[in-house]
């Protein structure tokens, strides 16, 4: 069963910064994409960014310029960097991958808040 462990949340004032890791159990080679997604209260979750595994990037437009996700092979973590954060950025961060046979896996999620 794959795990995947998010940690790096918090709590940051406005214009700050947060680097979110996603820890896999095992290799990240065998998830055709990797993403982080977030869940405010009240609101749907919503896709953050994404890297699929030849390495393109997809992010909302909401957060496109500040946020950069990447992936470290290696150490099969995948990181979401977070800049210029604003108070609407305030979630639940959640990790997910989608492997090749269509199974989808979520981990338990990181607490973000960026107070104004």
């Known amino acids: 069963q794959v795990q995947l462990v998010e940690s790096g949340g918090g709590l940051v004032q406005a214009g700050g910064s947060l680097r979110l890791s996603c820890a896999a159990s095992g290799s990240i080679f065998s998830f055709s994409a990797m993403g982080w997604y977030r869940q405010a209260p009240g609101k749907q979750r919503e896709l953050v960014a994404a890297?699929?595994?030849?390495?393109?990037?997809n992010y909302a437009r909401s957060v496109k310029g500040r946020f950069t996700i990447s992936r470290d092979n290696a150490k099969n973590t995948v990181y979401l960097q977070m800049n210029s954060l604003k108070p609407e950025d305030t979630a639940v961060y959640y990790c997910n991958a989608d492997a090749y046979d269509l199974n989808t896996f979520w981990g338990q999620g990181t607490q973000v808040t960026v107070s104004s």
């Open positions: 890297i699929v595994s030849g390495g393109s990037t």
